[in-house]
């Protein structure tokens, strides 16, 4: 399929309906061949290319970033739900790095509007704002449709 296919616009709405539908999601990270998983407070930042989050830089999930930015998020399922849901269910892989110093007060604030209850992280000396470059998404409307999108590209892969 072309890029900017009629199909390529319907799984980019799709992702941002999924990230809007859903405030968290899950990191994975690792360390030393150890995967790790946290929950973390997400906001869409430039549609579906940023994905940000906050953290403590004393936390594992900050270290791991530290030497090794490669993350993936798994948004839209509760561990109850079956595997066939009537939602999205999402997977963002991409590089992630502390926010640039010159967007970070902007990004910050967007991150407190849509997480309010995260001002005393957001405001700590050891807080750390992420922001994850999205590489790829996958995207599973049912387990026989699976499709991977290139934000970059707007184009499915």
Not at 143 to 156: H, K, M
Request: hydrophobic share 40%; proline share 6%.
């Amino acid at each position: 399929m072309p890029v900017g296919a009629p199909g390529d616009m319907k799984e980019e709405q799709d992702i941002l309906d999924t990230l809007d539908a859903n405030q968290f999601a899950v990191l994975a990270t690792q360390s030393e061949g150890q995967p790790h998983t946290s929950l973390v407070a997400i906001t869409p930042i430039d549609g579906v290319r940023t994905l940000l989050f906050a953290t403590y830089r004393s936390t594992r999930k900050y270290r791991s970033i530290s030497m090794d930015g490669r993350v993936s998020l798994f948004f839209g399922a509760q561990a109850t739900e079956p595997f066939v849901t009537q939602r999205p269910l999402l997977t963002a892989h991409g590089f992630a790095s502390e926010a640039p110093d010159d967007k970070r007060r902007e990004m910050a604030a967007a991150h407190a509007d849509r997480h309010p209850y995260l001002l005393n992280l957001l405001g700590s000396t050891d807080a750390a704002l992420v922001c994850v470059e999205v590489a790829a998404y996958q995207l599973v409307r049912s387990i026989d449709d699976v499709r991977w999108y290139d934000p970059s590209n707007r184009a499915l892969m």
